[in-house]
């Protein structure tokens, strides 16, 4: 088994495509047949596997997820506790908990078995910067 820290800098909420830099180091560690998994080292961003050639459907989901928790600075999310972290803080652990924080992806003869449309991101669901982690493994078969 072979492991990698996968570090993403990030500036605000964006969906980031980490797919090359996936697809770079399996092909550097000469992964032929297996499994890659992928988890990110933080409860205030996600992973996804989402479509790669339309931007609009980043910028849908990222709309879409704003709707379904708002900044507690929003007057629709008062009931809100965990503010120690500023308003986004909430939000984003709610984000966190309904998409995916970690990925397995079959690879077949050194490729991840992806679909023609479909690319990793990392979904980062906080205002302000951050320097993300996500812990890479791949299983061979």
């Keep these: 088994m072979s492991a990698i820290i996968l570090k993403i800098p990030t500036r605000g909420p964006a969906c980031h495509d980490f797919t090359h830099e996936v697809q770079g180091w399996l092909h550097q560690i000469g992964a032929r047949e297996g499994v890659v998994t992928l988890m990110v080292r933080h409860t205030s961003c996600s992973l996804l596997i ?19 928790a708002p900044p507690a600075d929003h007057p629709s999310m008062g009931y809100l506790t965990h ?51 996500i812990v890479a493994s791949f299983q061979p078969n």
Aim: aromatic letters at 4%; zero cysteines; proline letters at 9%.
């Design 50 to 68: 989402q479509e790669n050639a339309d931007p609009a459907v980043q910028r849908d989901l990222l709309e879409w997820l704003d709707r379904i």
């Design 83 to 133: 503010l120690a972290e500023g308003p986004d803080d909430m939000p984003a652990h709610q984000k966190a908990a309904i998409l995916p924080v970690s990925l397995q992806i079959p690879v077949l003869q050194g490729r991840m078995a992806l679909g023609t449309w479909q690319g990793i991101y990392l979904v980062e669901h906080r205002r302000a910067p951050h320097a993300r982690q």
